[in-house]
């Protein structure tokens, strides 16, 4: 993705992937100074511990507490994140959805909700209710995003309530792993509480047509796929590196190029 990106503009700029061990992240983040890289992104498992060992990580980013890009500015290190916010302009992008109309249901609590969460509520969002398998998870989230956005309604809901919860939503984020491969006939919740005003949106993209998301359809609800949260993140990310507009559609046509490849092998 990011490699057609810079031959689409020209740029000479090389991305590879490193496979970083845990008790490695502080050598692997110096290397960036003493090899002279613009800049990385940070992936999982190391999207947390990876801040210790930065000169500057940007509000948003420290709000999510993790990192998964950083952009190396003369041999200052200052990390951001833009999974977010890579999920939300994918949202809007693709949906056209006012998220300040939106009354949101969060399925989930980890990282990734934590993640989205901060940019739906950054982006306007007045309105949401976590519900998580563990309920004291969602507590602590829904706590650190009411710091962050007093002015905001944030509620928890436990699980077992999450039909009741449906009926007034009309915008639903599943963040959570139930309905990704090879559970693909899995999905966190029962078909028949989904309704038509509500816009169904699953980070999961493999499979890209959840089972949540086909029953959606079959509700007569929209639908948004989780591809586009990893496309735009990379996009946001290819901004900070560069300082130029990303090719969106050459970025997403090399994913898609990937995936097909991937499945004929
Ligand atoms: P990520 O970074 O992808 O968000 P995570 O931080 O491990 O990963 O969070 C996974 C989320 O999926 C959590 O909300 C988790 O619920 P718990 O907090 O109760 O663990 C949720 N999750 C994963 N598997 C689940 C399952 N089988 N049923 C319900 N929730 C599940």
């Known amino acids: 993705m990011h490699n057609r990106a810079f031959a689409e503009l020209g740029i000479n700029f090389r991305y590879a992937a490193f496979d970083i061990e845990p008790g490695q992240v502080r050598e692997a983040v110096e290397a960036i100074r003493a090899l002279g890289l613009r800049g990385v992104n940070v992936t999982i498992p190391h999207k947390v511990t990876v801040m210790d060992y930065l000169d500057e990580v940007d509000a948003e980013a420290r709000a999510i507490g993790a990192v998964n890009t950083i952009v190396n500015d003369g041999g200052k290190l200052i990390g951001y994140n833009t999974d977010g916010r890579g999920y939300v302009r994918s949202l809007t992008e693709e949906t056209g959805v006012d998220l300040s109309r939106q009354s949101a249901l969060l399925l989930g609590a980890g990282g990734a909700a934590r993640g989205v969460a901060v940019a739906l509520l950054g982006a306007g969002l007045a309105s949401l209710v976590i519900t998580n398998r563990t309920r004291e998870k969602a507590e602590q989230l829904a706590e650190h995003l009411q710091a962050i956005h007093p002015q905001a309604s944030i509620t928890v809901q436990p699980t077992e309530r999450i039909n009741e919860a449906l009926v007034d939503a009309t915008l639903l984020v599943q963040t959570t792993s139930i ?48 591809l586009g949260m990893f496309i735009y993140q990379g996009a946001l990310s290819f901004e900070y590196w560069t300082g130029q507009p990303a090719p969106v559609d050459a970025m997403r046509e090399a994913v898609w190029d990937a995936l097909r490849s991937r499945q004929q092998a």
Request: no cysteine; charged share 25%.
């Open 179 to 226: 309905g990704m491969h090879p559970n693909v006939e899995a999905s966190p919740v029962s078909k028949e509480a989904l309704h038509e005003r509500l816009l169904v949106s699953d980070l999961i993209y493999n499979p890209m047509d959840t089972k949540l998301l086909r029953d959606a359809k079959e509700k007569g609800a929209h639908t948004h796929q989780g």
